[in-house]
């Protein structure tokens, strides 16, 4: 049984950081695709960052870049989401998602092409 295990996430204050944590068992994804999104309250879910294991290359959400930084271990099972300056507006539920397939990079932002979701961690960034 497939199953996604986040975590890392809490209270921060304004300008501080976080380490988010997902890493995947009971199957492999080794030629896939696996991504962060996030969701805040009254707001549709958004992609922050993944990681497409075949080539390792990383793709981030819009105003994510800079700011984070994803990375994944040599097993291709853990991905890392590590979070600076972080701001109010970046308070949401963060779920890990998974793919088991290759995904062209045009599709990696789309949540429908992910076959595993985690149950999310909370992340709240306090003014």
């Known amino acids: 049984q497939v199953q996604l295990i986040e975590s890392g996430g809490g209270l921060v204050q304004t300008g501080g950081s976080l380490r988010l944590s997902c890493r995947a068992s009971?199957?492999?994804?080794?030629?896939?695709?696996m991504a962060w999104f996030r969701q805040a309250p009254g707001k549709e879910r958004e992609f922050v960052a993944c990681?497409?294991?075949?080539?390792?290359?990383?793709y981030y959400g819009d105003s994510k870049k800079g700011r984070f930084t994803l990375s994944g271990d040599s097993a291709k099972t853990t991905m890392y989401l590590q979070m600076n300056s972080l701001e109010p507006e970046d308070t949401a539920v963060y779920y890990c998602?998974?793919?088991?397939?290759?995904?062209?990079?045009?599709?990696?932002?789309?949540?429908?092409?992910?076959?595993?979701w985690g149950q999310g961690t909370q992340v709240t960034v306090s003014s």
């Open positions: 990681i497409r294991w075949g080539d390792r290359s990383i």
């Open positions: 998602a998974a793919r088991k397939n290759r995904m062209v990079v045009s599709g990696v932002r789309r949540s429908d092409i992910y076959d595993y």
């Open positions: 009971g199957g492999t994804f080794s030629s896939g695709v």
